[in-house]
């Protein structure tokens, strides 16, 4: 069904209020468009090819003489918007306790202290966040890190835009009285390169010399900027790289790398872009057996002149996600939230590559899950304030499912484990279904399932090893 004159009339009229940029207005016009018009950016499986053989990220020279030169000619970027609401939270993500008492964002600052201090570069750090997350990162650096600064002139942020709730059946922006705040919605993070435009910040790099951005998301502590990958960039010429590692069945819903067949370009399809009768084979780890990092690095000046040649609009898949008005509350009204990947603009360059990388270079943070991971001596926080697997393990980290009634919200997880993360160096999964409190220097071993079917709390008491078959 067409998007009608009134309802383009009120988004027009909505955006303008909140004083968003013609650019952004004419993107999101465009993206809504696409979706009344059928466009749910479904990518089939047979309109997909072989992706051929990548490199890997071993066989890259980390000496390449030509990255000493593109190291003073890089910034650094971090996707920052995301607030806490999958562990309960309404705050920025990056500032919940991640390793050793640091918070995302106070690691991600040390990152960059010690990458200046090694390189002798100025390397800017830009965090994109949020309408939801600016106030909150910018008083957490003033408050713990009141010397950290980028060179002149450049901040410490940009915001990236806001977009209107649809409603599902019209189309019409969503109104909710209750809290206005709720009518709106981030973009994806694809919203970075109109972001930069509209805020002039990719001109500003460029005339002041940068050339190179190494983008990752604020929750990766993997994502270390990397000198081989900086120097295969450059020696290529390459205008963007994704970098990607193998999926494991932890990762079957994540966005996987492919081939177009037609164009022979390179394309990222997200689990939202997948029709629904293929999703068992986009699950598939074996058929497609990459997936997005969402590290991605890009030459400014090719996305400069990529921008320029579409006026700034780039063609990058729809993503079209269905929530409620209310996101925890499922029976407030029904809404689209229209977005975009920052990855899917891999196929928007002709000569866009992906790279290999092994998995230490990812270790996201979206749930309770993925915490107690980090937190435990399952990972390890080293010289370059990298969070990685411990050299000790072998294998890809454990499948961590903990019971969403007790350990969702992060208040309650903490409660469950108040002296610290169990051992899961050895732990191959990890199930946890009930209240469970746990002691100190718990050790888990193997696949581990507890279960409490009381309403009563159990404890596991300090100094407990718990090992392959041990069910509670």
């Known amino acids: 069904m067409p998007l009608s004159d009134n309802n383009v ?73 995301g607030l806490g609401t999958s562990m309960g939270l309404e705050r920025a993500k990056s500032l919940i306790t991640a390793k050793n008492g640091l918070s995302f964002l106070d ?79 981030p973009p994806g993070h694809a919203d970075i390169y109109y972001a930069l435009q509209t805020t002039g910040l990719l001109d500003h790099l460029l005339a002041e010399g940068y050339r190179y951005a190494f983008v990752s998301n604020a929750d990766n502590l993997g994502a270390l900027l990397h000198m081989g990958i900086l120097g295969h960039l450059a020696r290529n010429r390459l205008p963007f790289l994704m970098e990607v590692t193998a999926r494991t069945e932890c990762d079957r819903k994540g966005g996987h790398l492919a081939r177009d067949r037609k164009t022979g370009r390179l394309l990222l399809r997200e689990s939202a872009q997948c029709p629904p009768d293929e999703i068992t084979d986009f699950q598939n780890i074996h058929t497609y057996a990459l997936f997005n990092t969402n590290n991605i690095w890009f030459n400014l000046e090719s996305l400069r002149d990529l921008l320029h040649l579409h006026r700034g609009l780039l063609d990058i898949p729809l993503i079209v996600n269905r929530k409620a008005v209310h996101p925890a509350r499922q029976n407030t009204p029904r809404v689209v939230q229209l977005e975009a990947a920052m990855g899917a603009a891999i196929s928007c360059f002709e000569q866009a590559a992906a790279l290999v990388v092994p998995r230490h270079r990812f270790a996201p943070v979206k749930t309770t899950n993925d915490l107690l991971a980090i937190r435990s001596d399952l990972y390890t926080l080293g010289e370059e304030h990298q969070v990685a697997l411990h050299p000790l393990r072998f294998t890809p980290p454990p499948d961590i499912q903990l019971d969403p009634l007790h350990y969702r919200n992060l208040t309650d997880f903490e409660a469950h484990f108040p002296l610290g993360a169990p051992s899961l160096l050895h732990c191959d999964s990890l199930q946890i279904n009930g209240n469970i409190f746990f002691g100190r220097h718990v050790r888990i071993d193997g696949h581990v399932h507890l279960r409490n079917p009381t309403s009563i709390a159990a404890r596991i008491p300090d100094n407990t090893h718990l090992h392959t078959p041990v069910e509670t």
């Not at 009339?9 to 018009?37: G, K, S, V, Y």
């Not at 570069?121 to 408050?143: E, G, I, R, V």
């Not at 890190?145 to 019409?172: I, M, T």
């Open 9 to 81: 009339r009120r988004i027009r009229e909505q955006m303008q209020m909140d004083h968003a940029p013609e650019l952004i207005i004419n993107a999101f016009l465009n993206n809504t468009c696409r979706w009344r018009q059928g466009d749910l950016g479904a990518i089939p499986g047979n309109t997909l090819t072989e992706i051929g053989r990548l490199p890997h990220l071993d066989e890259l020279d980390e000496m390449d003489p030509i990255s000493e030169n593109a190291i003073a000619r890089t910034v650094i970027m971090k996707l920052n918007g």
């Open 107 to 185: 690691i991600i600052v040390r990152q960059v202290e010690f990458l200046r201090r090694k390189c002798r570069a100025p390397l800017p750090l830009l965090l994109m966040n949020s309408f939801s997350t600016n106030a909150d990162s910018l008083d957490a650096l003033s408050s713990r890190h009141p010397s950290f600064h980028n060179p002149a002139p450049f901040p410490l942020s940009f915001c990236q835009h806001r977009v209107p709730k649809l409603e599902e059946e019209s189309g019409a922006p969503i109104r909710w009285q209750e809290n206005p705040a709720l009518e709106w919605c």
